[in-house]
Every structure is written in structure tokens, then in C-alpha cells.
């Protein structure tokens, strides 16, 4: 089956610990994001990858780092420098990343992180 | 002034209510627009998605667009328990081609 797998399901956190989200994919696509959602807020970008080694910052990237090593895997650091990082955090991938039109998402399942 | 307004409801319909859901832009470059359903504790699906002004339909959900009016809905006919869930609008295609997603509503079908 081709998806988006995201794990672990939940997570916690002690403060000043960082933490890694993993995103996989295969359903081949070039781009992938990373959001977060809190309640009332909808989804705020926080890292996109068009490409393979390369990466760029959303809206709110201060306190998170990413790499983009392989294609099929997009992973999210939160570090101790975020400083309200509970959240519901959805990893997404598209296609083309936008650059030719249309940029359908499709979104993982999310992981819940919660810090102690 | 927030690129995507909508608001956040809780929306509480009985089944079988025809539902209106709403956003509104301020981005007039927005090309592409699309409406997600997630349900609780789930990522988000794409439900529809549409590029020009007018009405989509499919099944019984109908997408609308007005570009004049910067305003985008999602109708649902012949509402379900089921239907139960939050929906983001999201347009795209502006300066960054980035889709940009509303706050979402939460809609509950009461049986």
C-alpha cells in the first residue's frame, strides 16, 4: 500500500530533551512538509523540502531542524529551543512541490507530542 | 488580517441537514482550492479540490468558488454521522504556490 507512515504514534517529552519525528513515504513524491496543529489554529508550516537535500523554512521554524537525506524520508527535530512544542505535528507529501500547479497534499497520521 | 478566514464552529446539524461550510481569502492570487476532512486524532484527507469559480460536485458534496468575492464553500447534502469531522479549506498558488489551510470547522451530525 502507498502512504505516508509517521511514528511513534504519541510521544513525551521532558523539558529540554530533543526529540525526532519520522516521516516516511512511498508513494514517490518529490516534496515534503512538516505541520503543526494546535487547536483554533489550523495547521502552520514548519519545514518544506522540494528536493532531495534541500529544505526551507515555513512560518515557524524557530526551534525545529529537519534533514532530507533520502527521498522517501523527511525527518522533524524538535529541540529544546521550542518553547511550547505540544502539539499534533502532520507530515505531508505532493507530488511537485507546487512549482508546476497544483500541489495536492497528503498527510500522514500524525504524531502527538506532549512535553512533561 | 489572516490569508484565510474560517470559522471554527462547533457546527451541530441533524442527519439528513443540508451543511453550508465557508472561507474567505484576501489573497487574489490563490488559483487552486481545496477543502480536507479529518477526522478526530487523524491527519488530514483531501476531499475536493477545484481551480476555477463556480460549482464541483461530486457525490453529495459540492465545491463553490467565487473569485470575485474572495470566498470559497463546501455544501453537503444528506449529512451523516459520518460526515462528523473538522474540514479545512486550503487555496494555493500564490506567490509561494503554497496551499495555505484555514483554521477548520468542526461539523457534528447528530443521529
Known amino acids: 500500500d502507498g502512504g505516508i507512515t509517521q511514528s511513534p504514534k504519541y510521544l513525551f517529552r521532558k523539558e529540554g530533551q530533543n526529540v525526532t519525528l519520522s516521516c516516511e513515504q512511498n508513494?514517490?513524491?518529490?516534496?515534503m512538509y512538516w505541520y503543526r496543529q494546535d487547536p483554533g489554529q489550523g495547521l502552520r508550516l514548519i519545514y518544506y523540502?522540494?528536493?532531495?537535500?534541500?529544505?526551507q523554512k515555513g512560518d515557524i521554524a524557530e526551534g525545529y531542524s529537519v534533514s532530507r537525506e533520502k527521498k522517501e524520508s523527511f525527518p522533524l527535530t524538535v529541540t529544546s529551543a521550542q518553547k511550547n512544542p505540544t502539539a499534533f505535528y502532520l507530515c505531508?507529501?505532493?507530488?511537485?512541490?507546487?512549482?508546476?500547479?497544483?500541489?495536492?497534499?497528503?498527510f500522514g497520521p500524525g504524531t502527538r507530542l506532549t512535553v512533561l | 488580517q489572516k490569508e484565510v478566514e474560517q470559522d471554527p464552529g462547533p457546527l451541530s446539524v441533524p442527519e439528513g441537514a443540508i451543511v453550508s461550510l465557508n472561507c474567505t481569502y484576501s489573497?487574489?492570487?490563490?488559483?487552486?482550492f481545496m477543502w480536507y476532512r479529518q477526522y478526530s486524532r487523524k491527519g488530514p484527507e483531501l476531499l475536493m479540490y477545484?481551480?476555477?469559480?463556480g460549482n464541483k460536485e461530486d457525490g453529495r458534496f459540492t465545491a463553490q468558488v467565487d473569485k470575485s468575492s474572495k470566498y470559497i464553500s463546501l455544501f453537503i447534502r444528506d449529512s451523516q454521522p459520518s460526515d462528523s469531522a473538522t474540514y479545512l479549506c486550503?487555496?494555493?498558488?500564490?506567490?509561494?504556490?503554497?496551499?495555505?489551510f484555514g483554521t477548520g470547522t468542526l461539523l457534528a451530525v447528530q443521529p
Open positions: 477545484t481551480y476555477s469559480s
Open positions: 508513494l514517490n513524491h518529490d516534496a
Open positions: 489573497n487574489s492570487a490563490f488559483q487552486y
Open positions: 523540502s522540494q528536493i532531495v537535500n534541500d529544505f
Open positions: 486550503a487555496p494555493g498558488g500564490g506567490a509561494t504556490n503554497k496551499l495555505i
Open positions: 505531508a507529501s505532493s507530488i511537485w512541490g507546487g512549482v508546476r500547479g497544483r500541489d495536492e497534499q497528503f
